[in-house]
Nanobody, 123 residues
């Protein structure tokens, strides 16, 4: 089992920045961590992913160049630095722990999910 706790969401103006954190705990090791988001009335979508080992990163085209995913292995924490935020980034952001990189951009490989943290970007 893996427990994931996100934090860092809030209200920000367009053009602003936020940093989300996700602390992972538990007995099961998940080699990949991902961030997903779900906007009102839309399906949950992939945002970014990172491997604990080596730190390889992967991004959705919509956030590439604006968001940065990183990890601190000593703290079992994954971050999502979000810059140049746009109203379209408004969503609940979820952290997820995955068993591998296969189809990392889908929900399929992710076994554990956090409760989500809300991000609202005002225009």
């Amino acid at each position: 089992q893996v427990q994931l706790v996100e934090s860092g969401g809030g209200l920000v103006q367009a053009g602003g920045s936020l940093r989300l954190s996700c602390v992972a705990s538990g007995r099961t090791f998940s080699p990949v961590m991902g961030w997903f988001r779900q906007a009102p009335g839309k399906e949950r979508e992939f945002v970014a992913a990172i491997r604990w080992s080596g730190g390889s990163t992967y991004y959705a085209d919509s956030v590439k160049g604006r968001f940065t995913i990183s990890r601190d292995n000593t703290k079992n924490t994954v971050y999502l630095q979000m810059n140049s935020l746009e109203p379209e980034d408004t969503a609940v952001y979820y952290c997820a722990a995955g068993r591998g990189l296969s189809n990392y951009y889908t929900e399929a490989p992710y076994d554990y999910w956090g409760q989500g943290t809300r991000v609202t970007v005002s225009s």
